[in-house]
């Protein structure tokens, strides 16, 4: 079931990736520019915009193809925005790794509303709930989704990540120590508690991935808390994201690898 999920305001641009500079900014070139133009310095290059906090760990290398976006808003520092990156070589069918972190919470959304068309298949876990609401306030913690059912009587509340790596075949979050996402884990875990439902939902930006697990080799101690919310009843699902240059599109849902989701 292909479904384009998000498009873009415009098609995407290829370019080069030179390196990362600092933490939110990615220096780029043309994408006819060669890897021995690149290595030599004889390039004239730009800078583009990422929202990806993350470490992004072995996907920052010289050379390879990314996706970029034209900023909507025209006053904006930098015109670009770092969308995508090629995991393939350049004579392959491009793989391309969405790295937008503000796609997950488009993609819940957007298939919120798409999801009774296709008979619930794209959010299974969303029937009977007729109203999503984004960031919602919840105590101290505010977590990216809240879905109501009609007489608003039940709720499901719903925290996104994006995932980016994948190892073995498995896709894995996160890719660096998040304490931030451990927290997460307790709210949605306490919510649990108090007779909400609550759900993890992983948005993989590739297509190569199988199953879904959590990163125990990069934070130990985020993978025994997904663990546990997971036995507390905390839902989790892992969807995989399409990324191509006209759009995002529906890949279907991983499995939960076996050995760290039981019963």
Not at 160 to 184: I, L, Q, T, W
Request: glycine fraction near 6%.
């Amino acid at each position: 079931m292909r479904i384009k999920v998000l498009s873009f305001q415009e098609e995407l641009f290829e370019a080069k990736l030179i390196q990362r500079e600092r933490r939110f900014f990615i220096e780029f070139a043309d994408e006819k520019t060669s890897l021995e133009q690149i290595t030599a310095g004889r390039y004239e290059s730009g800078f583009a915009h990422t929202n990806n906090t993350g470490s992004m760990l072995g996907l920052i290398r010289k050379g390879r193809s990314i996706l970029l976006s034209h900023a909507r808003n025209p006053a904006r520092k930098l015109a670009y925005t770092l969308e995508a990156i090629n995991l393939n070589k350049e004579n392959e069918k491009p793989l391309w790794l969405g790295v937008n972190t503000s796609v997950p919470n488009r993609f819940l959304q957007k298939l919120f509303e798409l999801n009774p068309s296709y008979d619930y298949a794209l959010l299974p876990f969303a029937r009977g709930f007729r109203q999503i609401k984004m960031e919602v306030k919840n105590g101290e913690s505010r977590l990216d989704a809240c879905l109501f059912s009609e007489n608003q009587t039940e709720k499901l509340w719903v925290e996104c990540k994006n995932v980016s790596m994948v190892e073995y075949d498995a896709a894995a979050f996160p890719d660096a120590v998040s304490e931030r996402g451990r927290k997460h884990l307790d709210t949605l875990m306490r919510l649990k508690a108090q007779g909400d439902r609550a759900l993890m939902f992983y948005v993989v930006q590739r297509t190569d991935a199988s199953c879904f697990m959590p990163a125990d080799f990069i934070d130990g101690a985020y993978a025994e808390k997904l663990q546990k919310a997971y036995a507390c009843g905390v839902e989790v699902y892992a969807v995989a994201a399409d990324v191509q240059k006209d759009g995002i599109y529906f890949g279907g849902y991983l499995k939960l690898a076996p050995c760290y989701f039981k019963g």
